[in-house]
Each structure stands twice: as structure tokens, then as C-alpha cells.
């Protein structure tokens, strides 16, 4: 009897979870619509100021010149005519080879993220967004970036131990403080940078990573590729750049 009604509660527990999720994604679409729809607007807003605000220079008045071309004269029947000079056929010229490094590929260097490492995800047809080999393929990147940015701080504390010494010349100590300043504020955005990159690989674990935060549509997996720890779309970011510079 106990094992029934265990099977009857998970029963009714998977149920009631599938009732949630049929109503989360109902919400996301209807905001989705919605968000889509103010951001037409706004659009439209900005080309009509862009529109208004935007005079045409008047055109340049363009003076024709009127050739001049200098008449020849007339041969005189008396004058003997000069043989035509030969011509000396030019030398080729020698081109130098210079030497460098053959510049990356188009497919390449079209999707280059923050892991140079890890090649661009290729899509296959009629696969799904956010498959198993893409979020395995997302957990990879952002796994090694955060061991390089880690491998990064670890190297900073050592060099600033193995360096720290007090220099009797007042410079040597300035250069050194800020040397020391510059590197502690890089490692501190790093910091920052690491953070989100352990939000993205949760967000990867609960089935979010991928989505817009603002309107829920697919963030694209180029832009991803570019940024692993966006948030946003392409569309509902440059609205918010532009929100910050009119509020500025």
C-alpha cells in the first residue's frame, strides 16, 4: 500500500511540474509578443527622429571646365620626317617576399570567441537549439575560460610575491605600486568576469542558458559563440545601450 500511494503522489508531482512548465512557456510567449511589439515601436520611433533630425547638405554646383587642347601643326611637305624611336623592352622588376604569418581563414576568424582553443560550433540541419552536443559544446567554453582566467589570478599572486621588495629609490617604488595597481584592477574584472561565467553554467544545468532574459527569444548561437555570458539578445541590448546614452 505505501509503495501505491509513492507512485500515485510522484505521479501527481509530474503532472502538476508538466502543468508549470505548459504555463511558464505560455507566459514567456505572450511576453515575447509583446516585448516584440514594443520593440517595432521603439524602432520606428528612432528612424523618425533619425528621419527629422537628418537635413540634406545642399548640392555642390559643379562647373564644367572646357578642355583646352592645343592644335598641331600642320607638317610642312619640306621637312624630312624623324625615324620613331625603338622601343627598349623594360627589365621586370624583382618583388621582395616578405615573410609573416598567413592570415586566419574566413570561417575561422569570422566566430572567434574569448577560447581561441575551441573551434566554432558547425549546425546541423533540422537540429534543435540548444541540443546536447550544443550545451556540451557551451560547457567546454566556458569551463576553459574560467581555467585560464584562474591560471591568470594564480600567476598575478605569485609574481607579486616574488616581486614585492622595497626599493630605496622612490621611483622604483612608484613604478612598482603601479605596476602592482594596473594588474590587481585587470584581476578584478577578471573576478567579476568569473562570476558569470559560474551563473551561465548554472543557468546550462537548469535548461536557461541560451534565452533572452527580456523577451525570451534565442539569443543566437554566434553571439554566444562571440559572448558566452550573454544575457540578452542582440535587439533588447542595443535598445538598452541606447536607453543608457539618452539617460546619460
Known sequence: MAAKKKAAKTKAKAKTKAKVKAKVKAKKKVAARKTIAKKTAAKKKVVAKKKASG??????????????????PAPSKAAPRKA???????????VKQTGGRKPAP?????????VPGIAPY???RGENYMSENQI?????????WKRDLM???DRTVHHMQDEAANFPDPNDRATQESDFSMELRARDRERKLIKKIDESLLMLDSDE???CDSCGVEIGI??????PTATQCIDCKTLDEIREKQMG
Do not use: M, N, Q, W
Open 222 to 227: 554566434r553571439r554566444l559563440e562571440a559572448r
Open 209 to 211: 542558458y541560451g534565452y
Open 122 to 124: 558547425a549546425e546541423k
Open 151 to 153: 591560471e591568470e589570478v
Open 106 to 114: 574566413a570561417s575561422l576568424s569570422a566566430h572567434a570567441g574569448p
Open 136 to 144: 556540451e559544446h557551451f560547457r567546454d567554453i566556458l569551463l576553459t
Open 84 to 94: 620613331a624611336p625603338r622601343k627598349v623592352a623594360s627589365k621586370p622588376r624583382l
Open 55 to 72: 537635413k540634406k547638405a545642399p548640392a555642390k554646383k559643379v562647373v564644367a571646365k572646357k578642355k583646352v587642347t592645343a592644335k598641331k
